[in-house]
């Protein structure tokens, strides 16, 4: 082994006749690099960013964390578990959200509207719209009075 030095940095190489012939293939296919965020953690960056507002290619991204419905009323939990409705005006082609419920939650529901959890309502008539909600909970009770 042999050291070489450049512009102070001492680099560690070994000797070409102990170069390896093959390197060993990893038995993850493709395995994610320490910095590359989960598709649930871009999907929440970009609600946290975006907010209603739909991105260059007309997609709405929406996230509900524990921490979002925390101290809230149940009116309020129930409506901040719900993506904002589609109009047929907003131009938006795909909905993408993700629930994430790590701690049991009770809901008690005063209506007798539907109780909607992670639901896109489509309003007016949308030619094509693909949706895709992932729900991540521990336990979920939902009460109605």
Known sequence: MFLVTCSRVLVAQPTPSRMPLSLPRSTIANPPSAGTPTPLVMI?????VLGDRA???????????DLDVAGKSSAEV???????????????????????LRHPLTVVSQSRDPILIGTTVVRGPVHSLEVITSIIKSEIKIIQK
């Open 44 to 48: 929440q960056n970009r609600a946290r």
């Open 78 to 100: 129930l409506k901040r578990l719900s993506p904002p409705p589609v109009n047929s005006s907003d131009g938006i082609r795909k909905v993408e959200a993700v629930i994430e």
């Open 55 to 65: 991105s260059a290619n007309g997609t709405r991204y929406f996230s509900a964390r």
